[in-house]
């Protein structure tokens, strides 16, 4: 395993190119993504997949190369943008995912796009629509539908079908790191 | 083509909160769309979690459960969700006795091939593998294994009444339009419905059935005799009763095809198509079919012969569930189910009021679900349990 991003802990890398007298600020966020076998909050059941190998590249440039944790976890920092999280075979790349990093609030969840935002976070598929791809589209398909059954289900919660207060309630919470 | 994942930030004052963001690369399917079909089962993928029903809820593995009768190959499929189409993913077997064809990566269609040679300990499992076969696994699901049981039926050709006229005046026949061969071909399709529990239906005597009901019911006089009387009342099943008392074959399941049902109260004809009765109920058991019936009626009333309910114990399943309403439960889990309530909305068939026509198995086509989990919260849930539990060679 080698890894060549630093760690460090500083919130932010500031840098002050010689012919500006501005300063320039990259704000460096934590990014946390959890490869599973199936939805749900980490932690529990098993859910984790292991031994995935990946590298992440920005701006073309391979910046780490590493196993995922034992959670399935991969952490690392990144500036608001994009990042290359690629999934590797024998040093080939099999797969790939553009980590786009966002900073503004999340969709109101008594709104069905904020619903399926948070059931996206959690792992839920919900096909391929909307503008992202990840079936985030504003419009209660029975993909949707699908996924929260299967939420309320993995919940213990009562399986009503429509996004009712608890399940309202246990999105909020559910999605927090 | 790179996967877009987004991953939020929220900073509220000097607060910042971090979202988690989950990938599940995977998930397993039918083999197929469209209707039933013997080796592509419909695997009871309802949450992830595998509720109280069977054994292998004491193993660590999370997921769909197929389930698959010894002897017999079935196909299913890796969807590729959240990783690309070109991704090589393999499937992989946790036990000897259950086979995995291709033993390469899978195709684009991602269908593979699962074949049990014999019994297996529990909690045997596929997994869907990352690059080789002992690459990380992305997915896994439960491969329930199970000996066949037989279910001896007698099938009644039934002509009921004798002759009618219809209102034209003329002559129509009293007699069930079905054949035998057409009769073998519906219990095909029965049995399709009914491989992944092990139940297998198996005609062992033809009737020709004729007799004359005594209890009258609605309006069954004159161009109606030939039908059974169905109306909305609490004795909307007293005629098919009476009939399933008639030439009884004991020790099985006696099935009875007639022509049609007719609702006196609604003047309707074969609204409903089939009635079913509990092997447990004080009365004769037995299953009433009308001509119109397709494989999945059929399956369906030989489900409540096995003593199976209507989802959620007859009731529709959603407290504000309404004939123009949209809740997800009726639309996509009960309707998915061979045991869903087709009253009072009609069939998924119905485009209005604003039902999912696509219960997973194509537009138009009903589900035929029969569940191996017993999840928390449905009193009708765990029907592999219960149907197996009735369905013996020895019927009383």
């Not at chain 1, 920092?77 to 999934?87: C, F, I, K, Q, S």
């Not at chain 1, 079936?135 to 213990?156: F, H, P, W």
Request: glycine residues 10%; contains cysteine.
């Amino acid at each position: 395993m080698s890894e060549t991003e630093p760690t460090g802990q500083a919130p932010h890398i500031a840098r002050l190119p010689s012919n500006s007298g501005a300063h320039n600020l990259v704000v460096m966020h934590n990014v946390e993504l959890w490869f599973q076998k199936s939805p749900g909050v980490p932690g529990s059941e098993h859910r984790e997949i292991r031994d995935l190998r990946y590298q992440l590249r920005r701006e073309g440039n391979i910046v780490r190369s590493a196993r995922v944790a034992r959670d399935g976890k991969i952490s690392f920092r990144a500036p608001l943008g994009e990042t290359l999280v690629e999934l590797l075979v024998d040093n080939r790349v099999v797969a790939s995912y553009r980590v786009i990093v966002e900073e503004h609030a999340l969709e109101a969840v008594n709104t069905v796009t904020g619903q399926q935002r948070r059931l996206r976070m959690l792992g839920y598929h919900l096909g391929h629509s909307g503008p992202s791809g990840d079936g985030v589209d504003g419009s209660m398909g029975s993909r949707t539908e699908q996924a929260i059954l299967n939420y309320q289900t993995d919940k213990g919660i009562a399986i009503v079908g429509n996004v009712d207060s608890a399940t309202r309630n246990a999105l909020t919470n559910d999605v927090v790191t | 083509m790179p996967i877009q994942v987004k991953v939020y930030r929220q900073r509220l004052g000097q607060e910042t909160t971090s979202f988690r963001q989950i990938i599940v690369p995977i998930r397993f399917g039918r083999a197929v769309n469209g209707a039933p079909v013997r080796d592509a089962p419909d695997p009871d993928d309802r949450g992830f979690a595998l509720g109280s029903e069977g054994i292998w809820r004491l193993t660590n593995v999370r997921g769909p459960v197929v389930g698959v009768p010894v002897g017999e190959t079935i196909r299913l499929k890796v969807l590729r969700e959240d990783i690309d189409a070109t991704a090589p993913i393999f499937v992989t077997s946790s036990q000897e006795r259950v086979v995995v064809t291709p033993i390469t990566a899978l195709g684009a269609d991602g269908i593979f091939q699962v074949r049990v040679t014999g019994p297996v300990l529990v909690g045997a499992k596929i997994e869907a593998r990352l690059g080789a076969t002992d690459g990380p696994i992305l997915g896994e699901m439960i491969v329930h294994v199970m000996g066949w049981t037989n279910v001896p039926v007698c099938c009644h050709l039934v002509k009921l009444n004798g002759t009618v006229m219809n209102d034209g005046g003329n002559p129509v026949p009293a007699k069930t339009g079905r054949t035998q061969s057409a009769v073998r071909t519906l219990f095909d399709n029965v049995n399709a419905i009914w491989l992944p529990m092990g139940i297998r239906f198996n005609i062992v005597e033809w009737k020709d059935t004729e007799c004359r009901l005594s209890t009258t019911h609605g309006n069954i006089t004159g161009a109606y005799q030939g039908l059974i009387g169905i109306d909305n009342s609490d004795q909307w099943w007293i005629q098919a009763n009476e009939l399933m008392h008639v030439n009884r074959r004991p020790h099985a399941i006696n099935v009875y095809f007639v022509r049609g049902t007719y609702d006196a109260d609604n003047g309707t004809f074969n609204t409903t198509r089939g009635i079913g009765t509990s092997v447990t109920a004080a009365t004769d058991y037995g299953v009433v079919v009308a001509d119109p019936g397709d494989g999945n009626d059929l399956a369906h009333e030989l489900g409540h012969v096995l003593n199976l309910d209507f989802h959620g114990g007859g009731n529709i399943g959603h407290a504000d569930d309404t004939s123009t309403s949209e809740h997800s439960r009726d639309n996509i889990w009960i309707r998915r189910r061979l045991m869903y309530s087709y009253n009072p909305y009609g069939s998924t068939g119905d485009g209005t009021p604003a039902r999912r026509v696509n219960v997973g198995y194509g537009n138009y086509v009903r589900g035929s679900l029969i569940t191996q989990k017993h999840l928390a919260g449905d009193p009708t849930d765990g029907e592999y349990a219960e149907a197996r539990t009735h369905a013996t060679s020895a019927l009383p």
